[in-house]
């Protein structure tokens, strides 16, 4: 191995996530390899080889490094130039280093309160300055000791952000604490941690966080709990460790109170309890009858004749029950039966509030019933500092009537917590549809409400004239009884299927339907108006294909950073993938880049005429969405979807799948792919088994 050392003078690159840096050094010397951010004119020494690129040439790739601070006068003017202080630019660096020489940093580490003798610097500028430094020094040692123990720069500054200076020494103590407390890092990295600083194969820290990481997997696949003999045989496949029927190791799970065991069923402790929650809310509304009274039934009269016999048996069961399921697909007068149980209970002087579980659905519910709608986070006002909601079972929600939209979209745990602010005198109507898609999150919450019998539940079926004249709708109604739709392709025809066989061929056709020819045709905007969806992110016809392509042909914006595998410009479409509550940003939210800084590695993103500033801790949180998968795409309508569907994507070839992917469209629906692969989905409506145990 060889040792080299260079002052740093500017990168060529560095990728934030996997830390891969490649470095000039003052005298040309080209370095790479897993690196932290270093700062232009710090001195650092590399242990490594010299290899030779086929296009680069000769460069250094280093195996680790030791930084050593600038210790000549011009060096550190360029350290502290470099902006990595806030307060010190370039001329004030010069100016602090015309004072002090070559004692400048021992100056800032020791005795900071001499800069007072430099014009210009106050008190509180000083602070700032002494603040910055030792967060900057802080930080830099952190992250060089986290490298060391092969921890890419952006997962290490995840880690410091997390536990500040303990971030070592959690790390070094038990790195499989980190699953549980910084999001982004799983179990494998955890692992491989683990063993690199020394943590024996059958320690309990390990086996413990394992049965975590598994309960959680299950959980992000829908599952409420495992039965006790499929999480024997994860930890037999993913742990090599033979765990028990009553291994210590549950015990003491059970005992911390991370998990629960009921009847050989695991939980995770917050979803047993989130699930019993339910039950009791749900018994409890069950119990309230409401008294009939002469006016509600003589305006229930007055407005019968309106509405088709089982939209008037929804509008006299939300009047009859403290809750109650409005269920149906589209074009069954679904809306307008809500919009006259919302009238009525607004001629009757009663509260009412709106809500659904994600920004775009609670957006969509706004526009058609025409009252203001919230998500269910801002309807209860979570609080993300204390990671609690403000309505809950100690301060109820003081309304009359609550109805929730897109039911089918919300898990267990955000039921719980809807449930817990409901006031017993409360009337909620759950409003959704069963054969679209489940939950990304743990349950099948309305599946499971519907098929107990307990709660009442208005199924509408019958399709409107209006309604009749769309191919969009038929063609949904068409899939969900498991006929094959009506592919006529009509001219004045809203729903068009168009084969291709050649799965490499699909993303450059969806890139002319998006950029010529339906702008071109129907006036749509490539970018606000054009949906792309796909079943999976991964295959020629997936997600990640399909954004690099639309990107390239759609976008010819500035280039501002590149992140996670993504080259991010002005004018691009992205989604956020995960609630922040802080920003008030939502899972599912599509937004727009409309500026940024590439040096300080920031997007500036518009989500509906809010701009936001994201940083690199922010920026894992989102992805382009010129393409979406079907999942992510529930809850929202746009006026054309283009659908890629091909037989690569067999696995999730679904007909609740198709269905929800159909019903996302308003005005046009596009299925680009092949026939096989229509049918596959359409006669597959084996649904994946969820473990839910609500009402079991």
Same mark, same amino acid.
């Given at each position: 191995?060889?040792?080299?050392?260079?002052?740093?003078?500017?990168?060529?690159?560095?990728?934030?996530?996997?830390?891969?840096?490649?470095?000039?050094?003052?005298?040309?010397?080209?370095?790479?390899?897993?690196?932290?951010?270093?700062?232009?004119?710090?001195?650092?020494?590399?242990?490594?080889?010299?290899?030779?690129?086929?296009?680069?040439?000769?460069?250094?790739?280093?195996?680790?490094?030791?930084?050593?601070?600038?210790?000549?006068?011009?060096?550190?003017?360029?350290?502290?130039?470099?902006?990595?202080?806030?307060?010190?630019?370039?001329?004030?660096?010069?100016?602090?280093?015309?004072?002090?020489?070559?004692?400048?940093?021992?100056?800032?580490?020791?005795?900071?309160?001499?800069?007072?003798?430099?014009?210009?610097?106050?008190?509180?500028?000083?602070?700032?300055?002494?603040?910055?430094?030792?967060?900057?020094?802080?930080?830099?040692?952190?992250?060089?000791?986290?490298?060391?123990?092969?921890?890419?720069?952006?997962?290490?500054?995840?880690?410091?952000?997390?536990?500040?200076?303990?971030?070592?020494?959690?790390?070094?103590?038990?790195?499989?604490?980190?699953?549980?407390?910084?999001?982004?890092?799983?179990?494998?990295?955890?692992?491989?941690?683990?063993?690199?600083?020394?943590?024996?194969?059958?320690?309990?820290?390990?086996?413990?966080?394992?049965?975590?990481?598994?309960?959680?997997?299950?959980?992000?696949?829908?599952?409420?709990?495992?039965?006790?003999?499929?999480?024997?045989?994860?930890?037999?496949?993913?742990?090599?460790?033979?765990?028990?029927?009553?291994?210590?190791?549950?015990?003491?799970?059970?005992?911390?109170?991370?998990?629960?065991?009921?009847?050989?069923?695991?939980?995770?402790?917050?979803?047993?309890?989130?699930?019993?929650?339910?039950?009791?809310?749900?018994?409890?509304?069950?119990?309230?009858?409401?008294?009939?009274?002469?006016?509600?039934?003589?305006?229930?009269?007055?407005?019968?004749?309106?509405?088709?016999?089982?939209?008037?048996?929804?509008?006299?069961?939300?009047?009859?029950?403290?809750?109650?399921?409005?269920?149906?697909?589209?074009?069954?007068?679904?809306?307008?039966?809500?919009?006259?149980?919302?009238?009525?209970?607004?001629?009757?002087?009663?509260?009412?509030?709106?809500?659904?579980?994600?920004?775009?659905?609670?957006?969509?519910?706004?526009?058609?019933?025409?009252?203001?709608?919230?998500?269910?986070?801002?309807?209860?006002?979570?609080?993300?500092?204390?990671?609690?909601?403000?309505?809950?079972?100690?301060?109820?929600?003081?309304?009359?009537?609550?109805?929730?939209?897109?039911?089918?979209?919300?898990?267990?745990?955000?039921?719980?917590?809807?449930?817990?602010?409901?006031?017993?005198?409360?009337? %909620? &109507? #759950?409003?959704?549809?069963? +054969?679209? @898609? *489940?939950?990304?999150?743990?349950? =099948?919450?309305?599946? !499971?409400?519907?098929?107990?019998?307990?709660?009442?539940?208005?199924?509408?079926?019958?399709?409107?004239?209006?309604?009749?004249?769309?191919?969009?709708?038929?063609?949904?109604?068409?899939?969900?009884?498991?006929?094959?739709?009506?592919?006529?392709?009509?001219?004045?025809?809203?729903?068009?299927?168009?084969?291709?066989?050649?799965?490499?061929?699909?993303?450059? %056709? &969806? #890139?002319?339907?998006?950029? +010529?020819? @339906? *702008?071109?045709?129907?006036?749509? =905007?490539?970018?606000? !108006?054009?949906?792309?969806?796909?079943?999976?992110?991964?295959?020629?016809?997936?997600?990640?294909?399909?954004?690099?392509?639309?990107?390239?042909?759609?976008?010819?914006?500035?280039?501002?950073?590149?992140?996670?595998?993504?080259?991010?410009?002005?004018?691009?479409?992205?989604?956020?993938?995960?609630?922040?509550?802080?920003?008030?940003?939502?899972?599912?939210? %599509?937004?727009?880049?409309?500026?940024? +800084?590439?040096?300080?590695?920031?997007?500036?993103?518009?989500?509906?005429?809010?701009?936001?500033?994201?940083?690199?801790?922010?920026?894992?949180?989102?992805?382009?969405?010129?393409?979406?998968?079907?999942?992510?795409?529930?809850?929202?309508?746009?006026?054309?979807?283009?659908?890629?569907?091909?037989?690569?994507?067999?696995?999730?070839?679904?007909?609740?799948?198709?269905?929800?992917?159909?019903?996302?469209?308003?005005?046009?629906?596009?299925?680009?792919?092949?026939?096989?692969?229509?049918?596959?989905?359409?006669?597959?409506?084996?649904?994946?088994?969820?473990?839910?145990?609500?009402?079991?």
């Amino acid at each position: 191995m060889t040792t080299i050392k260079g002052i740093v003078d500017v990168y060529v690159f560095h990728n934030s996530d996997s830390g891969y840096s490649v470095v000039k050094l003052e005298d040309g010397t080209t370095i790479i390899g897993i690196l932290p951010k270093f700062t232009s004119g710090e001195i650092v020494e590399f242990n490594g080889d010299w290899v030779t690129h086929s296009k680069f040439g000769k460069q250094f790739k280093a195996e680790n490094f030791k930084i050593h601070l600038p210790i000549s006068e011009e060096g550190i003017i360029k350290f502290l130039g470099s902006r990595i202080i806030k307060g010190i630019g370039e001329r004030t660096a010069k100016k602090i280093v015309e004072k002090f020489g070559s004692k400048t940093l021992d100056i800032l580490d020791n005795d900071i309160e001499k800069l007072s003798e430099i014009k210009g610097f106050s008190k509180r500028k000083i602070e700032q300055v002494k603040k910055s430094w030792e967060e900057q020094r802080g930080i830099k040692n952190t992250l060089i000791a986290l490298q060391s123990l092969g921890i890419t720069s952006g997962i290490a500054m995840k880690i410091y952000k997390t536990y500040g200076e303990n971030s070592v020494k959690i790390v070094q103590t038990n790195p499989y604490k980190l699953t549980y407390d910084v999001w982004g890092i799983g179990f494998k990295l955890a692992d491989k941690i683990g063993q690199d600083v020394g943590i024996s194969h059958n320690h309990p820290f390990r086996i413990k966080a394992g049965i975590i990481f598994i309960l959680n997997e299950a959980a992000k696949n829908g599952h409420v709990f495992l039965p006790l003999e499929d999480l024997i045989k994860h930890c037999n496949q993913m742990l090599d460790f033979e765990l028990a029927y009553a291994d210590q190791m549950l015990i003491d799970l059970e005992s911390d109170g991370e998990i629960i065991i009921k009847d050989n069923k695991i939980y995770l402790a917050y979803l047993f309890y989130a699930e019993a929650g339910i039950a009791s809310s749900i018994k409890k509304l069950l119990y309230k009858k409401i008294e009939k009274t002469i006016e509600s039934e003589n305006l229930l009269k007055s407005i019968s004749y309106k509405f088709s016999e089982e939209q008037v048996l929804a509008i006299k069961c939300s009047l009859e029950n403290k809750i109650l399921i409005l269920n149906g697909g589209p074009g069954t007068g679904k809306t307008e039966t809500l919009k006259g149980i919302i009238n009525l209970y607004g001629i009757l002087k009663k509260k009412i509030l709106l809500a659904a579980p994600t920004g775009r659905a609670a957006k969509r519910m706004s526009e058609v019933v025409g009252k203001e709608a919230k998500t269910i986070h801002r309807l209860l006002e979570y609080n993300p500092t204390l990671n609690l909601f403000n309505f809950n079972s100690d301060n109820k929600l003081e309304v009359d009537l609550i109805v929730i939209d897109e039911v089918s979209m919300m898990d267990t745990f955000l039921m719980y917590n809807l449930l817990e602010a409901i006031n017993e005198s409360t009337t %909620l &109507i #759950l409003v959704g549809d069963t +054969n679209q @898609l *489940p939950s990304v999150g743990p349950g =099948n919450v309305l599946h !499971d409400l519907i098929i107990s019998g307990l709660i009442p539940v208005v199924t509408l079926t019958k399709i409107f004239r209006q309604a009749e004249e769309s191919q969009i709708i038929l063609a949904a109604h068409q899939i969900n009884k498991g006929i094959f739709p009506n592919f006529s392709n009509g001219l004045e025809s809203d729903f068009f299927f168009i084969e291709e066989n050649n799965e490499e061929k699909i993303p450059e %056709l &969806i #890139l002319d339907l998006c950029k +010529n020819r @339906l *702008p071109t045709k129907y006036n749509f =905007n490539p970018i606000s !108006d054009i949906q792309v969806l796909s079943p999976m992110h991964r295959g020629e016809a997936g997600t990640n294909t399909l954004n690099n392509i639309l990107q390239s042909g759609l976008n010819n914006g500035e280039l501002i950073l590149k992140h996670g595998g993504y080259n991010y410009k002005v004018g691009d479409k992205v989604m956020q993938l995960k609630n922040n509550y802080e920003k008030e940003i939502f899972n599912g939210d %599509l937004g727009i880049v409309i500026g940024g +800084n590439s040096e300080k590695k920031l997007l500036t993103i518009d989500f509906s005429g809010k701009s936001f500033i994201l940083d690199t801790s922010d920026l894992d949180e989102i992805t382009l969405a010129y393409a979406v998968t079907v999942h992510k795409s529930q809850g929202s309508e746009y006026p054309c979807v283009i659908l890629a569907l091909t037989t690569s994507q067999y696995i999730m070839l679904q007909r609740n799948l198709l269905y929800t992917a159909v019903t996302r469209a308003s005005k046009l629906m596009i299925i680009v792919g092949t026939k096989r692969a229509v049918s596959i989905a359409v006669n597959n409506n084996r649904i994946v088994k969820r473990f839910t145990s609500l009402f079991k």
